[in-house]
Each structure stands twice: as structure tokens, then as C-alpha cells.
């Protein structure tokens, strides 16, 4: 199996009780699963994004570190109706090549695309820079990217999205986050202007944000879940003391099937890089989350604990230097777990000045204590001097 085959490796852990935890026993490898036919597929599921109206199919297809077209292609074909991109993927090369991708089938798509912009005409100017590498005259959903606190949904960018709504540009309004669940998504559904929202949802959050999601729900707004696989670390070098630990077949799947198996969720839209892993992520719309799957997901726990942040919010504002603690070990983990260097090191740029030059080796104690085990000072000093 080719060696970028999510199959190989280990996604992440579920958040069970201590006492389930404790008595699960080390689980092998029971044999490969029976291969889905990538050209014949079961009856696909779909999932309605609250009050949009937009059907899409449960398992929908996250483009931010695809780079074959043809994998974006064969999804098409297969039935995936839902691609989810941004202006600031791979520098702009990822909307180029959904672009290319979804040439003279966009009709029957739906597509969505992401600003981190404050200002409105700068935000406007992505969306037109968007949609002229998308090939297309709109877009259905068009997201206020990454976004934490309440404060963040400001006056110009939510002005920005009812400008693109009138001219026609988008269809639907979105926030994307990946932390400060408890502020954000309130706000979302309180705004009234906000028609989806994105959110980071994996096994490793337990069901910390389920009754936000129920909420989202009963109000209309649609919910789709992001970093279903909780950080990948696909690329660990083989022969290594946590590259062996991390293979481990099915995980990637169990992640997925974790997700879907709750109903408040619309859609997710997992990374997708080959057809081995388009082939998997297929399967999950239509396996159910079984026992087993949960004792292979609350094993790996233990594996990534130290790597993956659950955006719990808990080291929010505790660095006395002021370093924005969950962010810097996200992108630490697009390069360690998707092997994006480039994204990481982009993201980290987009720091002030007065952020980067920090360096944790220089304190002689890390006042941040994460509660879910993260060892937050490796994890600094690594994003640190992977992108500083």
C-alpha cells in the first residue's frame, strides 16, 4: 500500500471515561477491510445544511492539502457533492486546481470557499480573487475564517457577506473556528446573519461542544464538521518509537464513523489526498461506529496525547509573553501531522512581529499547564524553530 495511505496510520484518540479507557486491551490489525469498487458506490447519504436548503453529502471532501486533481475528479464521480476550500490554501494553488477539477460540472456542486480578511473590501477582494480561480461567478458558502470570540464577527466583515449576497457572489454565509466554542457559536446563532458553521469536531473532544451543536441545529444553522481526524501525524517516519505505535489499521476510519455518528452534524469534510483514503472516507457514510471502533479510538488517545490540541480554550491568554498557545500547536501539527510545512509556516507569519520572536527556551518555566496531557512546551519550541 502506498505510503501516503491514510490506512497506515493513526489519527488521533476518543474521549472516553477513565474507567472504559482502563480496560481496553491493545486491539491488532483485523485484516483489511473488504475494498470498496471507487466506481460503483452505495446509495449516497446526505445531510441538509440547516436552513440553506443545500443537500450535500455526509461525507464531503476537504481540499486543503490535496494536490491531485484527479482524486478531487474521481470524488465528482463517485458522488461527492461538497468541496470545501480557502483563498490562503497552498497559496492560492488549491482553489486552482478545484477549479480546473470542477470545470463544466459546477451545477450540480456545491462549493465553498474562506477569508480571514477584517476590513471589508479587502475581504471582498479575496472572494473576487476566490471565485477567478474557483471558474465560477459565486460560490455557495463563503466563511468568515478561523474565528474564536464574539468580537471577531465584526460589523465589516458580516457587511462583506450581505454585499457578496446581493451582487450574487455567494449564496450562504459561514463562520469557520477552531476554538473558544462556548463564545463563537453562540454568537453565530444569535447574530441571525450566519447561515453555517465550520467547526474543528474529532473524537478527542468528547462531547464537549455537542450541546452547541444540538443548538446550531434546532435554530436552523447548518453544521459542518472540520479536523475530524485530529491531526493526521500520517507522515511519522516508520521505524520510529511513535511511528510504530501510530500504525494502526482502521483508526482513520473509526474517526470519521465517530463523527457522522452523530446526527447535529450535516456533513464533514475530512482532508483527502489519494484514493485510498477517498476510498475509506466513502465507507464511513455507510458503516456504523461499532464497539470496536471506540477501543481502537480511546487506545490512540494515550498515542497523540502529547501532539494534538483539543481546543478545550483552557491556555487561552495564561503565557505571560502573550503567545496565542492552541494556534502555535496547530500549526506545529500541519507540519508534524499533514506534512504542510508551508501552511504552518504561512499561518505563523501571520503573527505580529513581537509573537514570533518569542522563544519559550529562554523561560526557565512554562506557566502553561495543559489539562489533557498536550506537552505544550515541546510543542512551542517545535513551531518555534520549524517556522521562526
Known amino acids: 500500500m502506498a505510503a501516503s495511505s491514510r490506512r497506515n496510520f493513526l489519527a488521533a484518540g476518543l474521549a472516553l471515561p477513565a474507567a472504559g479507557t482502563a480496560a481496553v ?10 475494498a470498496l469498487s471507487l466506481a460503483a458506490p452505495k446509495e449516497l447519504k446526505f ?34 457533492n461538497y468541496f470545501d476550500t480557502a483563498v490562503s490554501y497552498q497559496g492560492g494553488n488549491c482553489e486552482a486546481m478545484v477549479g480546473a477539477a470542477i470545470k463544466g460540472k459546477r451545477q450540480k456542486l456545491v462549493i465553498s470557499t474562506k477569508s480571514q480578511r477584517e476590513e471589508k473590501e479587502s475581504a471582498l477582494a479575496d472572494l473576487e480573487t476566490s471565485l477567478k480561480r474557483l ?10 475564517h478561523a474565528k474564536s470570540r464574539a468580537e471577531q464577527l465584526t460589523e465589516g466583515r458580516l457587511e462583506a457577506q450581505e454585499i457578496a449576497k446581493k451582487k450574487g457572489m455567494i449564496r450562504f454565509s459561514g463562520v469557520s473556528t477552531h476554538s473558544g466554542f462556548d463564545n463563537i ?16 469536531y474529532n473524537f478527542t ?19 459542518v464538521a472540520m479536523k475530524v481526524m485530529a491531526g493526521g501525524f500520517r507522515r511519522v517516519k516508520p521505524g520510529s518509537k511513535l ?20 446526527q447535529n452534524v450535516d456533513t464533514a469534510i475530512p482532508s483527502i489526498t489519494d484514493m485510498d483514503q477517498l476510498e475509506e472516507d466513502m465507507r464511513c457514510m455507510w458503516e456504523p461506529f461499532t464497539e470496536r471502533d471506540q477501543q481502537i479510538l480511546a487506545q490512540q488517545m494515550e498515542f497523540i496525547r502529547p501532539l494534538y490540541c483539543r481546543s478545550c480554550g483552557h491556555c487561552e491568554e495564561l503565557c505571560p509573553k502573550g503567545l496565542p498557545v492552541s494556534d502555535l500547536v496547530r500549526f506545529a501539527m500541519y507540519a508534524d501531522g499533514y506534512g504542510q510545512y508551508g501552511l504552518g509556516r504561512e499561518r505563523f507569519l501571520e503573527l505580529p512581529e513581537e509573537i514570533r520572536s518569542v522563544r519559550c527556551r529562554d523561560c526557565k518555566e512554562c506557566t502553561v499547564k495543559c489539562p489533557n496531557g498536550v506537552a505544550v512546551v515541546d510543542r512551542l519550541i517545535r513551531a518555534q524553530e520549524l517556522f521562526g
Open 205 to 223: 473532544m468528547g462531547s464537549q461542544i455537542d450541546d452547541l451543536l444540538a443548538q446550531a441545529k434546532r435554530a436552523g444553522v447548518g453544521v
Open 135 to 144: 471558474g465560477t461567478d459565486y460560490v455557495d458558502i463563503w466563511y468568515i
Open 185 to 200: 457559536i453562540p454568537a453565530a446563532i444569535k447574530s441571525g446573519k450566519i447561515d453555517v458553521i465550520l467547526t474543528a
Open 25 to 34: 486491551k491493545r486491539l491488532e490489525p483485523a485484516g483489511a477491510p473488504a
Open 243 to 262: 511511528g510504530d505505535t501510530l500504525k494502526k489499521e482502521g483508526a482513520m476510519m473509526a474517526a470519521l464513523k465517530w463523527v457522522l455518528r452523530n
Open 47 to 80: 445531510g441538509q445544511l440547516g436552513k440553506t436548503g443545500l443537500k450535500v453529502t455526509r461525507v464531503a471532501f476537504g481540499t486543503m492539502v490535496t494536490s491531485d486533481q484527479s482524486v478531487v475528479e474521481k470524488a465528482i464521480d463517485m458522488g461527492i
